[in-house]
């Protein structure tokens, strides 16, 4: 499911509001969580005050354009590189999710409640990491995580 998404986010496929309107399938491409600009992949993802509010609560200033500069993110130098891809996507997947429960559930998740989310899921997924090095790095990233005052 998460790789789906990650293909679909990297595709600019995603069910945002812009997109949904190119399909005619919503009148108003105004993001949910705002209500002040397009819900694009870039607005929704990185230029939205609720998506900013989470990266910078990481500490992380990702380059949003274009999207390929995003797996350049400078990171702490306490983090490993090797599980980059996994923790953006982790971070993009717990933003989507947030969005999500919004739309569907009306319920806005704040910062605090995304980022104990993806340390939620961080912990989950990385029982699934497949070399103690690479649970080794998830850890780090995991004490990174938790020392982010969620």
């Not at 797996?71 to 996994?86: M, Y």
């Not at 939620?120 to 497949?130: A, E, F, P, V, Y």
């Amino acid at each position: 499911k998460v790789m789906i998404f990650g293909w679909l986010f990297y595709l600019d496929r995603l069910n945002t509001r812009q997109n949904l309107r190119k399909k005619t399938i919503l009148d108003s491409d105004v993001c949910p969580r705002c209500n002040s600009s397009v819900e694009d992949r870039v607005h929704l993802f990185f230029s939205c005050p609720a998506a900013r509010r989470i990266w910078q609560r990481l500490g992380l200033q990702p380059l949003a354009a274009p999207i390929d500069g995003l797996f350049s993110t400078t990171l702490p130098s306490a983090l490993p590189d090797t599980v980059r891809p996994f923790m953006l996507l982790l971070i993009l997947w717990k933003i989507w999710d947030a969005r999500n429960k919004k739309v569907f559930q009306n319920l806005e998740l704040d910062a605090s409640q995304t980022l104990r989310a993806i340390l939620d899921d961080l912990i989950t997924w990385s029982h699934r990491l497949r070399t103690e090095t690479l649970k080794g790095y998830a850890g780090l990233w995991r004490d990174f995580l938790s020392s982010r005052n969620l």
